[in-house]
C-alpha cells in the first residue's frame, strides 16, 4: 500500500517529522519499507503558456515556441515533443534551472534558433519513470507559479508493506486511523455526502450465490459527459498510490479505493442485457478479461453476469467487452461485499493480482459498500455529471460477518507482559482504535469495529494495547535462574563424530535447495516423471529434483 504523506496529513496531521511517522507505523506492525520523494531534485520550473508555435526551419522534429511564463516578455524556445501546441499550460525550465540528473537549463542555440529554456516531460521532472511528450497542464495552471506548488510535489510516498490480517489498513482511512491512535488523537473520518437521486430507474439484482456475495449494491448513472478529464489532484494521488489515470470514471473509483478501501467496479450499461447476476460459472463460458486474458469459467469461479453472458470475475477482474470506453454514456456502478476466501481461491487459480484481488481477499470492511457507493457517486456528479439513480441494495444478513464482543480481563496485560499500563489508558487505547469498551464487574465487553475482522480473542486486545503502548517502552529486566547443564543426545553425538570424521578426511556437508534445473535433471534421468512449480525462484529452480544426485 503506498500512502502520500500529504494526502495522510489532511486526515489526521500529527506534530512530528515524515521519517517519525514512517517509524511509528513499522513499530505498530504496517511496516514502511521505504519513504520515498515523489518527484526528482529540481528548481526554477513554472507553469507557461504555449503562445504560438511555428516550424524550425531546419529540423522536421523540432518546433519553435513562444512561451509565457508571467515574466512580461516572451520566451523562445525550442521543443521536439510531438504535443506541443498553441494554448497549452506546460512546465517550463527556465535558463538556471537544475533538473535531475544534475541537468543545468542553458540559454542555446539549436539548429540556429534560440532557445531560452525547455519544456519538460514527467519523466525529465523525475515524477514518472516513462513519458509520451511534454507534460501537459490543467489550463487553469496559473502562470509563472512553481510547478512543486503547483502539483504539490514537496511530498513523499510512504510504501507500506502490510501483513495479511491488517487487510483495514489497505486505505488513507486506515491508515490515519492507525496514526492517530497511535498519537492519541481523535479521528474523525471524512464525512460523505448521501446524493439524492435524480430518477427512479434501477436495474434488478440476483444475488443466486449470497453465501459468497451476502451485499451488492448499485447504482445506474445516465447521461456522463464523454468531454470529461479527471481532474489533476485526483490523477497525482492515484500516481502516488501506484495507479495510472485511465478514464473519470474508473479513475474515481480507484481514488475511492484508495481513499476507503472499497473496491468498486462500473460497466457500460449499454453491454449489459436484461438483469445482474451473482452466481458460479458453467465449464461451457469464457471471458476475456480486461487484461486481455481469455479464460475458461467453471463453478468454481464466482462471477457477476447478466442474462446471457459473465461481465466479469467477481472481486477480482472485469471483462473487456462491458468495460467503460470513451464513448460510454450510461454506467452501471459495483460495490459490493464477497467472501474472502471465494476470491482467494479465484485469483491464486488464474495467477491474477489486482488492487482489487488484493483487498477482497483479505476482507474488506463490510460496513464500506454504500458509503464508498455515494463517495464515488458525490465526485462523478463534480466531474462527468449525470442522472443518478437510487442504489439498489441487495444483501442477506445471515453470511455477513457478525458483530464480535471479546469478554477482556485488562489484568491479563500485565499477566502476559508484566507491564502495570493505567485502566484509563489502556480504554483510550481501544477506544482510539474504534472499540466500544464496556466494564462490566472485573471484566470488560469490547464491541469489535467491523473494519477489524483480525480481531476475536482478549489476547488480540493485549496485543493492540501493547502495540500502541510501544515496543520500545518495554523494559528488559535481567532472570535470576538456576542454570543446568545439559546432556547431549546419543544419536545427536554419533551424527556429530560422523559429521567430525568426514569432515576429517576431506568431505564438505553441503544443504541444497529441492529444486533443480529441468534441463539438468532430463539429462540424468531422461523420461523420469517430475513436478513442476508454479511459482519457481528462477527457471533454474523450477522442478523438484527426483534424486540427491
Avoid at 531560452?116 to 521532472?125: D, I, P
Avoid at 489476547?459 to 517502552?473: A, F, K, S
Avoid at 545427536?492 to 568426514?502: G, I
Wanted: aromatic content about 6%; proline content about 6%; glycine content about 8%.
Amino acid at each position: 500500500m503506498k500512502v502520500s504523506e500529504t494526502w495522510l496529513r489532511e486526515w489526521v496531521n500529527p506534530a512530528i517529522s515524515g521519517e517519525q511517522i514512517a517509524s511509528q507505523l513499522t513499530m505498530a506492525g504496517l511496516e514502511v519499507d521505504s519513504r520515498s520523494p515523489v518527484a526528482g531534485e529540481f528548481s526554477h520550473v513554472v507553469v507557461a503558456h504555449v503562445i504560438q508555435t511555428a516550424a524550425h526551419p531546419q529540423a522536421d522534429k523540432l518546433t519553435l515556441c513562444d512561451i509565457d511564463a508571467g515574466t512580461n516578455t516572451i520566451i523562445k524556445v525550442v521543443c521536439g515533443a510531438s504535443n506541443v501546441r498553441p494554448g497549452l499550460k506546460v512546465a517550463l525550465a527556465l535558463p538556471g534551472a537544475h533538473l535531475p540528473g544534475d541537468f543545468v537549463i542553458k540559454e542555446s542555440m539549436l539548429r540556429g534558433q534560440i532557445s531560452q529554456g525547455m519544456l519538460c516531460s514527467v519523466s525529465e521532472l523525475g515524477i514518472d519513470e516513462r513519458s509520451e511528450g511534454i507534460l501537459e497542464l490543467p489550463m487553469d495552471a496559473p502562470i509563472g507559479m512553481d510547478i512543486r506548488d503547483y502539483l504539490k510535489l514537496n511530498d513523499y510516498v510512504l510504501d507500506l508493506d502490510l501483513t495479511p490480517n491488517r487487510a483495514d489498513c489497505f486505505s488513507m482511512l486506515g491508515v490515519a486511523r492507525e496514526l492517530a491512535a497511535l498519537n492519541n488523537m481523535p479521528f474523525q473520518s471524512i464525512p460523505t455526502q448521501e446524493i439524492p437521486p435524480t430518477s427512479d430507474e434501477k436495474l434488478h439484482i440476483d444475488v443466486k450465490e449470497p453465501k459468497a456475495c451476502p451485499q451488492y449494491c448499485s447504482r445506474i448513472i445516465r447521461g456522463i459527459r464523454l468531454d470529461s478529464t479527471t481532474p489533476l489532484w485526483i490523477t497525482e494521488r492515484l500516481r502516488r498510490g501506484g495507479i495510472r489515470a485511465k478514464h473519470p470514471v474508473v479513475d474515481v473509483l480507484n481514488y475511492v479505493m484508495l481513499e476507503l478501501g472499497q473496491p468498486m467496479h462500473a460497466f457500460d450499461l449499454k453491454k449489459i442485457e436484461g438483469n445482474i447476476e451473482a452466481r458460479y460459472g458453467t465449464p461451457e463460458e469464457t471471458l476475456v478479461l480486461l487484461d486481455g486474458q481469455d479464460i475458461k469459467l467453471d463453478d468454481q469461479v464466482l462471477v457477476i453476469a447478466d442474462l446471457k453472458k459473465p461481465l466479469a470475475i467477481a472481486g477480482v477482474m472485469g471483462g473487456e467487452e462491458s468495460a467503460v470506453q470513451e464513448e460510454t454514456t450510461d454506467i452501471l456502478l459495483e460495490s459490493a461485499f464477497f467472501n474472502p476466501l471465494v476470491i482467494a481461491g479465484v485469483a491464486r487459480r488464474y495467477g491474477l493480482s489486482s488492487d482489487s484481488s488484493q483487498r477482497f481477499e483479505r476482507g474488506v470492511d463490510p460496513a464500506l459498500q454504500i458509503r464508498a457507493l455515494e463517495r464515488a457517486t458525490e465526485l462523478l456528479q463534480t466531474i462527468v455529471g449525470g442522472s443518478i439513480g437510487p442504489i439498489n441494495h441487495v444483501h442477506t444478513s445471515a453470511y455477513l460477518p457478525k458483530t464480535v464482543t471479546v469478554l477482556f480481563n485488562p489484568k491479563k496485560v500485565k499477566t502476559l507482559t508484566g507491564l502495570d499500563i493505567p485502566l484509563s489508558d489502556m480504554t483510550a487505547m481501544l477506544e482510539g482504535l474504534g472499540m466500544i469498551v464496556v466494564p462490566k464487574d472485573q471484566v470488560w465487553h469490547v464491541t469489535v469495529p467491523s473494519h477489524r475482522f483480525d480481531i476475536a480473542l482478549d489476547v488480540d486486545l493485549v496485543e493492540e494495547i501493547i502495540r500502541l503502548y510501544g515496543y520500545g517502552n518495554i523494559q528488559s529486566n535481567p532472570a535470576t535462574t538456576t542454570l543446568k547443564l545439559g546432556e547431549i543426545n546419543p544419536s545427536e553425538q554419533l551424527s556429530t563424530k560422523l559429521a567430525l570424521f568426514l569432515t576429517g578426511r576431506g568431505y564438505h556437508e553441503t544443504i541444497s535447495y529441492s529444486f533443480v534445473d529441468p534441463a539438468f535433471q532430463e539429462a540424468i534421468f531422461p523420461g523420469t516423471e517430475t513436478m513442476q512449480l508454479l511459482n519457481p525462484i528462477s527457471s533454474e529452480l523450477s522442478q523438484m529434483r527426483v534424486s540427491l544426485w
